[in-house]
């Protein structure tokens, strides 16, 4: 499926293949709340990379998370690139080099009609923040940390994923 994504003031455009565009992992992470989570969550979903697409790159701007600090208090940053406009601030997409294949773009910047998802996986929860309320009940699947099953998987067992031509 291809999707098509834009920040808030339109200065950058995108377009990626997906086979995996159901919006169903919501992650409670702090750098994902802090960085994208107005509801104390970012939704990311997945995409080849070598099909993205970017019109307006030069008004992206790229964030590494900070993940600890070494014993000279120096950053320890992550590997992960989180591509966002550097007029609006709009998240657009994380690229992280560990898997160069992927691609994952912020659900709240594809404009693409996306599909409803059967269930939410809510991963992370040991770092939410305490006003987040956790929905519970049957199609709730809730994770302290990350699940062992990965976005392509979850759509595969749901007779989801849709092989790019």
């Not at 409670?28 to 019109?55: E, P």
């Not at 940053?77 to 657009?92: D, N, P, V």
């Amino acid at each position: 499926m291809k999707l098509k994504g834009s920040c808030h003031c339109k200065s950058v455009q995108f377009e990626v293949e997906s086979s995996t565009p159901y919006p169903f992992m919501l992650c409670y992470c702090s750098i994902c709340r802090k960085t994208a989570g107005g509801g104390g969550y970012a939704i990311n979903i997945m995409g080849q990379s070598d099909t993205l697409k970017v019109k307006g790159m030069k008004h992206v701007q790229i964030y590494r998370a900070v993940m600890g600090r070494t014993r000279q208090n120096r950053r320890i940053r992550s590997t992960g690139q989180r591509h966002f406009c550097k007029h609006c601030a709009s998240c657009l997409w994380i690229f992280d080099k560990s898997w160069p294949e992927l691609v994952h773009p912020f659900a709240s910047a594809i404009d693409t009609p996306l599909p409803k998802p059967p269930e939410h996986v809510r991963i992370m929860l040991d770092f939410a923040a305490n006003w987040c309320e956790i929905p519970q009940g049957k199609h709730e699947i809730c994770f302290a940390r990350y699940p062992e099953e990965s976005i392509e998987e979850w759509h595969k067992r749901h007779s989801l994923y849709a092989k790019n031509k």
